[in-house]
């Protein structure tokens, strides 16, 4: 009986610290939180990594940013 809640104890723990290890992100108002605290913007992973967009080099279509054979969409 000790030895399964041992376990269960351990279980418990290993998945509460998965989450303290996870960056704070942007809240709905934009204000960056780690568990309903306040920190640094700078600490905050954005929830649009890049706003640009990208296009494919030979036919110029849309395409994901980072493929292979893909460029930013020039601004005007």
Known sequence: M???HFLAVTLAA?????????APTLDAAG???D???FVK???CKSA?????KCR???TKKFAKCGAPGTE?????
């Open 35 to 37: 568990g309903g605290k």
């Open 2 to 4: 000790k030895t399964l």
């Open 48 to 52: 649009k990594p890049d706003a640009g």
């Open 31 to 33: 204000k960056c939180r």
């Open 56 to 58: 494919d080099i030979k």
């Open 41 to 43: 913007t700078e600490l």
């Open 72 to 76: 930013k969409v020039p601004s005007k």
């Open 14 to 22: 290993a998945s509460l610290g998965g989450a303290a290890v996870a």
